[in-house]
């Protein structure tokens, strides 16, 4: 893999996806967001680190749990994002949250600087995790809590992909690695495989655990316009013109196969908190 040009185009597809991301109308970043942070539990004045903060899902409700005394920084590899966020915290006059552009895995902070980092559905975009972890852990002061959200993959697919979905976008995807590798790390293809990994680094108290999220549509077509803030956006913008609405229709087609016959369309989907702490 090249890593580099990997980053490059990472940053590229949700610099696209920036303005519609977590906007479509489906529940999905936004109450994942708030149930880790519910777990990683912030306490007034603690200065937090969100990485990948997109569009705020983990950021605000961290803000919420710090108040005012605290201070919440969020970083994320799409300027676009960045530029969004910001102006949302400015618009709800959170004067202690600061957002930049910043690669999740060359983070640039003092040492024991922060009480929580946090990282909602970004780790599993960094080429070298779970490794690159470790530089977390200085950053964190000592008995300071390191949180984040995985998917938990069927054979390589997030479970908000149905594998017939896949098929009709997969010819679409650019040259480069195979988008379902991601879903087959060894390290994190358990909760004991995480759970050790994280051990290995230096991380003490690590939990794991898997937790059920029902993503819930109005109808198959808005999976599609849900999709397009995800990484399968990369798949979408390479559909030329006179190929999108056949493909539209199929997309739709068997993501309505999943419903049995609802006028709604539910997709279970196993979300994987995982909480760890640096030593005292």
């Known amino acids: 893999m090249n890593v580099t040009r990997h980053k490059r185009a990472i940053g590229a597809v949700f610099n696209k996806a920036a303005a519609e991301f977590d906007q479509s109308g489906v529940p999905f970043f936004t109450p994942i967001g708030r149930r880790l942070i519910e777990i990683a539990a912030p306490r007034p004045g603690e200065r937090v680190l969100d990485v990948g903060c997109g569009r705020g899902s983990c950021l605000f409700p961290a803000r919420d749990g710090v108040g005012p005394t605290g201070e919440v920084v969020g970083i994320d590899i799409s300027a676009a994002m960045v530029r969004l966020t910001s102006a949302e915290a400015l618009r709800r006059g959170h004067t202690n949250v600061t957002v930049q552009v910043m690669d999740g895995e060359d983070p640039r902070f003092p040492r024991d600087h922060f009480d929580l980092v946090v990282a909602g559905f970004s780790i599993m975009h960094m080429p070298h995790a779970p490794a690159v972890l470790a530089e977390y852990l200085p950053l964190l002061k000592p008995g300071g809590r390191f949180c984040f959200t995985d998917l938990v993959d069927d054979e390589g697919l997030p479970p908000f992909v149905p594998p017939a979905t896949f098929a009709v976008l997969e010819p679409y995807f650019p040259a480069g690695p195979n988008p379902r590798e991601r879903g087959t790390d060894s390290w994190s293809s358990t909760v004991e495989s995480t759970v050790e990994a994280l051990t290995a680094l230096g991380f003490d108290a690590v939990r794991a655990e898997d937790e059920i999220f029902p993503m819930v549509l109005d109808d198959a077509d808005q999976w599609a316009d849900w999709s397009m803030s995800t ?50």
């Open 231 to 280: 990484g399968l956006r990369a798949a979408w913008d390479r559909i030329p013109e006179a190929e999108r609405g056949r493909v539209r229709s199929r997309v739709a087609e068997t993501v309505r196969a999943t419903a049995g016959g609802a006028s709604t369309v539910t997709l279970a989907v196993p979300v994987r908190y995982v909480r760890a702490r640096r030593p005292y």
